[in-house]
């Protein structure tokens, strides 16, 4: 069975990016272009990893991260944070909220590769 990944960005460039890195690997790719998107998604698909941007209207990564681990539907699945805050409070406050891992913009194929892998 393939495993699915949860692409989450606003941005359609980023989307996409991730959508050719993940499913190059092997994986089949879920996208979502918001936060509440993403909560509906991850609720429906069940998907095996999910790919968050920070950044975004409404619902940002880190308000549906918290959603997510707060659902028993949803809180086992492995969150990382792609996104262009790089700051050591984002990081801390990504993994305070339960994410597995935090990847800052620009990132590389090897590091997103690297995360699918974990």
Same mark, same amino acid.
């Given at each position: 069975?393939?495993? !699915?990944?949860?692409?989450? =960005?606003?941005?359609?460039? #980023?989307?996409?990016?991730? %959508?050719?890195?993940?499913?190059? $690997?092997?994986?089949?790719?879920?996208?979502?272009?918001?936060?509440?998107?993403?909560?509906?998604?991850? !609720?429906?698909?069940?998907? =095996?990893?999910?790919?968050? #941007?920070?950044?975004?209207? %409404?619902?940002?990564?880190?308000? $549906?991260?918290?959603?997510?681990?707060?659902?028993?539907?949803?809180?086992?699945?492995?969150?990382?944070?792609?996104?262009?805050?790089?700051?050591?409070?984002?990081?801390?406050?990504?993994?305070?909220?339960?994410?597995?891992?935090?990847?800052?913009?620009?990132?590389?194929?090897?590091?997103?590769?690297?995360?699918?892998?974990?």
């Amino acid at each position: 069975m393939t495993r !699915k990944v949860l692409i989450v =960005d606003d941005t359609q460039s #980023d989307r996409s990016n991730l %959508e050719r890195i993940v499913t190059d $690997a092997g994986f089949q790719a879920l996208l979502a272009d918001s936060g509440a998107k993403a909560i509906e998604c991850a !609720k429906r698909d069940k998907p =095996d990893l999910i790919l968050m #941007d920070v950044n975004m209207p %409404e619902i940002d990564g880190f308000a $549906a991260t918290r959603m997510l681990k707060a659902d028993d539907l949803t809180k086992h699945i492995p969150i990382v944070f792609v996104s262009g805050k790089n700051q050591k409070a984002d990081v801390a406050w990504g993994q305070m909220l339960g994410a597995r891992g935090y990847v800052t913009k620009p990132y590389s194929r090897e590091q997103i590769l690297a995360q699918l892998q974990a």
